[in-house]
DNA sequence: TCTACATAGGCGAACGTTCGCCTATGTAGA
DNA sequence: TCTACATAGGCGAACGTTCGCCTATGTAGA
């Protein structure tokens, strides 16, 4: 079966069949070089007749290249789902595609040699770029791909004082936006409901909040910050522990940092019988497709997922072809998403 | 910058450094040929001395691969989202990788020229099998695939009488489960928010519910499905013409074709002010991620999608390598998951 | 001492391109 | 008629591997 395949129809073959060197075809087909309109016509039809592509791994042997550029994202755990893997993936592989690239994924696991296959991706010649995700403080393959001196753009963050292509989205412009929205709503208890410390974008969201309420005079108190994982459940014990308070005590808002610690909140006030949105506001962030579906709707922050993709990608190249990109570390603006599930202070 | 990467080392710095053929040093680390203890051991040394590693590239021209398999799949539109897309990936990348292989992720846009990707990807050489998914009847790409004799495999059946490798889940047995669950709580009216019938998924799982039904003796009537596409406002709008009518005409228990047609059945029942899981029970498919944090959570049917895409690489490579798998159209078994959002009938 | 075979590793060729240089032919101007 | 240059396309080499065949050396048996 494969022998069919093998028999290939290959550059030689053309050139036999148009009575030319192959070295000519190949310069056609290129575009470079000077044949005759006669002969080229002649290539031409061969090449439509034979029905002749040319074979990419005998190019990406010659051009030192691959055509790939890999993109290492984070899975997560079962029970939860990315809210932007599938229009991140679509939105780079759409870019990618338009310069005859593809995108290569790489899942990597908690507890895998990470800087070990990264190493190897790029010194065996799989990738000609990297696109990454999910990076934290001191990331090691950060540090190690500045080392290689290899071409990436990370979506998000690290150190400030690391000097690599990145591009983020305003997290802190973010919930800045969301905590103004509901102090103009009435609200003045506010509580948040954050990522564990060592999380970048966790930090530079929480600071958006922070900036907010000083600027409105009201004092920032570390109780009114529950940390915890990125899970439902997290967001469902977070805002118990706030909720359960005396209803002249507790906040009249819960300022989730991710819509699924927002869903864990919306659990939490049904079951203790309040009314989102009225006795209880809660916000979200990420705009995952089923948020608008939530009953009340979820107001939460949207990050412009397609651009940020789009984008990664054009500075990519921009840094494969070794031109030194003018705006290398980009940070877009998320947009508040106003639904249901946030409203006005009614009595207090 | 990249002139660092160029220069990296090859087979014949090991070579020489180590003082012999580069030939040789090829045979030693593919493990071929007889060279002796010494030799071997020496060659070792230099290749952990300057850090060799295989130029891949040259690899894949000389053995005729690309080590890539391809991933087709479909993006949902923007307000949707995949609910299996994560883990399926993740099942993929993590078996492929076993064979040091990598996944090539498409997402292929709904009028671009699927064929002629399709036809390009393989003939220039760009992946040596293909993983398809989301496919329907008489699906062009699979008819392509089979004339080409390209190893592909395919996650779900088209038409019957298509000879091709397939992994599916049986969505009549899930939807059968689900049907005579509901049953055992009591119902006889049974709804059902349907696909439009050129789903070949749709179709299996509607059947698997006539089954059911005929099995306990009801009668099956056409006005019981409602189909629309696969989308919230569908399910909504399905679901209301259903509970709109009279509480002793309506059907006590609503099945949606997935999880999404069960949310927009869940937000009207909730407007028309009736109770989910009392007043009507409501069901879905898939268990998306947040379907158990929904309120009521839902109960749904389960597909093994880890495993569906572990042995669809797995198959995959049985085709690639020319065997022929004894078992090359697999059926697997979905699990209902039994949550609050369907109950015993009250009060009829 | 001669033959036969095993062991160790060298060597040419090939996978299918692209790139730069070279040569043959044609044409215009002196 | 001779020179100079443009035009058209041929040719060698290379990208870095793998594979099969060949050869040189060593060893055992007759």
């Given at each position: ?17 148009a ?27 061969v ?38 893997l ?11 595609e ?5 995108i ?23 990738i ?30 690290v ?107 919306m ?31 979820l ?31 980009i ?18």
């Amino acid at each position: 079966m494969s022998l069919k395949l093998k028999s290939r129809v290959n550059l030689k073959d053309v050139a036999k069949q148009a009575g030319v060197s192959y070295q000519t075809v190949s310069k056609v087909l290129k575009g470079q070089g000077n044949v005759s309109a006669d002969t080229q016509a002649r290539i031409q039809a061969v090449v439509q007749e034979l029905g002749y592509q040319p074979n990419i791994r005998a190019r990406n042997l010659r051009e030192q290249c691959s055509h790939l550029i890999g993109y290492f994202w984070q899975p997560e755990p079962p029970n939860l789902y990315n809210p932007i893997l599938e229009k991140f993936l679509q939105s780079i592989i759409a870019v990618a595609e338009r310069q005859e690239y593809h995108i290569l994924t790489f899942a990597w696991q908690q507890k895998t040699n990470l800087l070990a296959e990264c190493r190897n991706l790029i010194q065996t010649g799989r990738i000609d770029g990297l696109i990454l995700s999910s990076i934290g403080f001191d990331d090691p393959r950060v540090a190690c791909l500045m080392e290689l001196n290899f071409p990436f753009v990370s979506f998000g963050r690290v150190n400030p004082e690391w000097d690599f292509a990145y591009i983020d989205v305003d997290g802190g412009s973010g919930l800045r936006q969301m905590t103004e929205y509901l102090l103009t709503l009435g609200h003045h208890r506010l509580a948040v409901l954050a990522w564990p410390e060592n999380s970048r974008t966790g930090e530079d969201r929480l600071h958006g909040h922070y900036q907010a309420i000083q600027q409105a005079g009201i004092p920032i108190k570390a109780e009114w910050i529950k940390r915890g994982e990125n899970s439902v459940s997290a967001g469902y014990n977070g805002a118990k522990r706030f909720l359960q308070r005396p209803s002249d005590e507790r906040p009249t808002a819960l300022i989730g940092m991710s819509d699924i610690l927002a869903i864990g909140a919306m659990n939490v006030a049904r079951d203790l019988g309040l009314t989102i949105g009225r006795d209880v506001s809660i916000s979200g962030f990420d705009d995952t497709p089923l948020s608008q579906y939530l009953q009340p709707s979820l107001t939460t922050v949207r990050q412009p997922i397609w651009e940020i993709g789009q984008r990664s990608i054009e500075l990519l190249f921009q840094i494969m072809e070794g031109r030194t990109p003018t705006e290398y570390q980009i940070l877009l603006q998320p947009k508040l998403i106003i639904r249901q599930s946030a409203g006005e202070v009614v009595n207090q």
